[in-house]
């Protein structure tokens, strides 16, 4: 059912696609095309939430009732790229492969490292996503968004707070994006791209449905002994970062199952779904992994997927 508030059209009793396939929708999911319509949904639900490419979400099986917007048309879709200086300006709702593909084919190089992460640009800035071979801050100029009071805003590089796999943007509804890519041949960035999806597919089940790593690599909080490191990997020592992966492997979770959700037997960190699955399933999963590696091992793990559930 649609209806219209305020100029903006409102879908009511929407799904939220997300790549888990499963969970609730929204009461109200609305699709701005402008920065101006976008404004006028922060006015009717100033807790709005944004919808990305749902690639590190998991949405509760109730649903969400604040509005949910999905930046997927008009400006927030839009890419520029100067070739000549490496400036690249695309929106929030851009695909993330896409632009990658397409600044790899300009010759202009810094995001292939992303390859083969489901992404829109506003979600990879949230997330700070990456992996091996690099993270989306390192070729971010600036962003631009709208405050929870309707202002446009704009924060330098320095000013975006980003660590690893998190930002301090979580206060704003990214619009779009400035990048400073670097010119150079795109046969070899091609090439680069080639190398890191390869990678990318050998070690993890990309084809299942999941929501990527669970977990984020905990920072050791001290000295981890007595456990069994393959010949030739340093000691674990405080303070060093340690695959999630790892440790929900060493803490015997490989395949512990709830439902219709299984920790994947091919990368420990990844929960994948199968038919008949639940967002209920998938949460008492994540409690169950959380649980056994902190008995077991004593390292306290964080999720790195968000999980949206009804607030009231
Ligand atoms: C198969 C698979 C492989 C993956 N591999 C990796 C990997 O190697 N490295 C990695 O880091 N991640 C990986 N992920 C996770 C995911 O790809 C990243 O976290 C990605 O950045 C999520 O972007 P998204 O657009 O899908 O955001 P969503 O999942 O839709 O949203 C994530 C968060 O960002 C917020 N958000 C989204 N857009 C905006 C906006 N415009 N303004 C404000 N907030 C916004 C949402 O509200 C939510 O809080 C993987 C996921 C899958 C399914």
């Not at 083969?116 to 690099?134: E, K, L, Q, S, Y």
Request: aromatic share 4%; hydrophobic share 40%.
């Amino acid at each position: 059912m649609m209806s219209t508030v305020a100029d903006i059209l409102i879908e009511r009793a929407a799904a939220i696609p997300t790549w888990f396939r499963i969970g609730g929708g929204a009461d109200r999911l609305a699709r701005p095309e402008t920065v101006e319509q976008l404004r006028r949904a922060v006015e009717i639900d100033p807790s709005l939430r944004v919808l990305g490419d749902g690639a590190n979400l998991l949405v509760d099986d109730d649903g969400v009732g604040e509005l949910v917007v999905v930046l997927d048309r008009g400006e927030f879709v839009r890419v520029e790229a100067d070739p000549g200086t490496g400036r690249v300006v695309a929106g929030a709702g851009a695909d993330l492969p896409k632009l990658i593909v397409e600044t790899v084919r300009q010759g202009l190089g810094g995001l292939e490292v992303l390859g083969g992460i489901p992404a829109t640009v506003g979600g990879a800035a949230i997330m700070n996503a990456g992996g091996a071979f690099g993270q989306f801050a390192d070729c971010v100029r600036c962003v631009h968004g709208l405050d929870r009071a309707g202002r446009e805003v704009t924060r330098e590089r320095r000013e975006t707070g980003f660590s690893y796999r998190s930002s301090g943007l979580q206060d704003l509804v990214l619009t779009r994006v400035e990048f400073a890519l670097t010119p150079g041949d795109p046969a070899a960035l091609r090439l680069r791209l080639k190398e890191v999806m390869e990678y990318k597919k050998r070690t993890q089940p990309l084809a299942a449905n999941s929501a990527g790593c669970v977990f984020k690599n905990p920072a050791l909080e001290r000295d981890l002994e007595g456990i069994d490191v393959r010949p030739g990997q340093p000691e674990l020592r405080k303070g060093d970062r340690i695959s999630a992966g790892f440790l929900i492997d060493r803490a015997g979770c490989k395949a512990m199952t709830v439902g219709g959700a299984t920790v994947s037997d091919r990368h420990a960190n990844f929960i994948v779904t199968q038919r008949g699955a639940t967002a209920g399933h998938v949460i008492e999963l994540i409690g169950k992994v959380r649980d056994r590696v902190r008995d077991r091992l004593g390292v306290a793990l964080e999720t790195e997927v968000v999980i949206w559930r009804r607030s009231s």
